[in-house]
């Protein structure tokens, strides 16, 4: 397909189900045009990875021809000057940006318009909310989240596509809204391995080509309270993924017990510290739900801060005691299959600590459940074992085939 009938073709696709689904906040057709035709200007030997391909942003990231609107009524019309880092390396890749897909409330778990592309009473999860929908739907084959607890991998678990997290820091955020520096994390989604490999590769100048790994990876289970959230539909399709493969348990001793807690209180007294300018100037525009986070904040001591801060490098300094001889950790991305709407965005616990350290993750569809909504399988690696954890994703990808939604 040339770039314009892919542009064609996602239009139709945005016709045709937006007004169900909600997955977009911007959507400015002259100024996809006015890319093309640089697009189409780029000789054929000078053409990047994404050449031509049309890519949906979560609206928290800049765009100079598009509003950044961060899901909040404080920043109604907000034009940025130019784009964030991440979108200017999509661009120099040949990515066509094609509009802004909606997050919740200041990437917290406020509830934005979009509904889940399967069953639209449910939720497609959060705060990546429209970027999941959008690929799910067939709206657009790529998009950019963002993850600060489970924003990437519980959304494309919830939607049944691919949905993947790099190591913390690989892609660059300048230009992104910041919300807690030690867990913000730039995020991808397509509907193969492959596919965000790709993507992910060029917003990070990696070659990731998302091959499949030649043979079983050695594997652990990431257990504790995770595996206690999860419902039995959620815990029985990971066991179908792992049938037939030796499968170890995860090290939760100290000091890897007490994650999620951590990586709750960072969040919290980061993003309120992250929010003081909305706080000071409009804190009557902020829903009660980014109030009582704010109040949150608060009660996070600059004392416990540093405990915490100091308990996160011990845990990350002690992360190949918590693999042992595994390659990959592995759990369900999600507790389950997507709430309905009006129960709100789901729960990160099953992403929270491997944020927290960093980890690269991804999550794949593996199978439906009770309810006829898809659920994931959720992958880790060591920091930095992008492209190995992108292989055995691939693998796994291979031996489940199960489709995306």
């Given at each position: 397909?040339?770039?314009?009938?892919?542009?064609?073709?996602?239009?139709?696709?945005?016709?045709?189900?937006?007004?169900?689904?909600?997955?977009?906040?911007?959507?400015?057709?002259?100024?996809?045009?006015?890319?093309?035709?640089?697009?189409?200007?780029?000789?054929?030997?000078?053409?990047?990875?994404?050449?031509?391909?049309?890519?949906?942003?979560?609206?928290?990231?800049?765009?100079?021809?598009?509003?950044?609107?961060?899901?909040?009524?404080?920043?109604?019309?907000?034009?940025?000057?130019?784009?964030?880092?991440?979108?200017?390396?999509?661009?120099?890749?040949?990515?066509?940006?094609?509009?802004k897909t909606v997050t919740t409330e200041l990437a917290y778990f406020t509830q934005g318009a979009t509904r889940h592309p399967v069953n639209p009473a449910h939720s497609p999860g959060g705060s990546s909310s429209g970027s999941a929908a959008a690929v799910a739907a067939g709206m657009v084959p790529l998009a950019v989240g963002s993850q600060t607890a489970g924003s990437v991998c519980r959304p494309a678990s919830f939607c049944g596509v691919v949905g993947f997290k790099p190591t913390h820091g690989l892609i660059p955020l300048a230009g992104c809204k910041?919300?807690?520096?030690?867990?913000?994390?730039?995020?991808?989604?397509?509907?193969?391995?492959?596919?965000?490999?790709?993507?992910?590769?060029?917003?990070?100048?990696n070659d990731w080509q998302g091959t499949p790994a030649e043979q079983p990876p050695k594997i652990a289970r990431f257990g504790g309270i995770e595996r206690e959230a999860a419902t039995p539909a959620a815990l029985a399709a990971v066991d179908a993924a792992l049938d037939g493969l030796t499968v170890g348990e995860a090290n939760r001793a100290a000091p890897f017990d007490t994650l999620g807690d951590l990586q709750l209180r960072i969040m919290r007294f980061e993003m309120r510290r992250e929010s003081e300018w909305e706080v000071r100037t409009a804190f009557d525009q902020l829903s009660p739900a980014y109030q009582q986070l704010m109040h949150d904040g608060e009660a996070v001591s600059p004392a416990q801060y540093a405990q915490d801060c100091t308990a996160l490098l011990h845990a990350k300094a002690a992360i190949?005691?918590?693999?042992?001889?595994?390659?990959?950790?592995?759990?369900?991305?999600?507790?389950?299959?997507?709430?309905?709407?009006?129960d709100g965005t789901g729960d990160p616990v099953m992403n929270r600590a491997w944020t927290l350290l960093g980890l690269p993750a991804i999550s794949i569809p593996c199978g439906i459940g009770p309810n006829g909504l898809p659920l994931g399988l959720q992958l880790a690696a060591r920091p930095h074992r992008d492209k190995s954890l992108l292989r055995v994703a691939a693998w796994f990808e291979q031996r489940l085939a199960v489709p995306t939604a």
């Open positions: 397909m040339t770039p314009r009938d892919r542009i064609a073709a996602a239009k139709t696709a945005i016709a045709a189900r937006e007004s169900e689904i909600g997955a977009w906040t911007h959507l400015d057709w002259d100024a996809v045009d006015a890319q093309l035709t640089d697009i189409e200007a780029i000789l054929e030997d000078q053409r990047g990875p994404l050449w031509g391909l049309p890519v949906g942003v979560k609206d928290i990231y800049d765009t100079h021809d598009f509003p950044t609107g961060e899901g909040s009524p404080i920043y109604a019309d907000h034009r940025p000057k130019a784009d964030a880092a991440c979108v200017a390396v999509l661009r120099s890749a040949g990515a066509i940006i094609l509009g910041s919300f807690s520096p030690t867990l913000d994390t730039a995020g991808v989604f397509a509907r193969r391995v492959a596919e965000v490999a790709v993507m992910a590769g060029a917003m990070t100048r190949d005691d918590l693999f042992g001889d595994a390659e990959i950790l592995v759990q369900p991305s999600a507790p389950g299959e997507a709430p309905l709407y009006e």
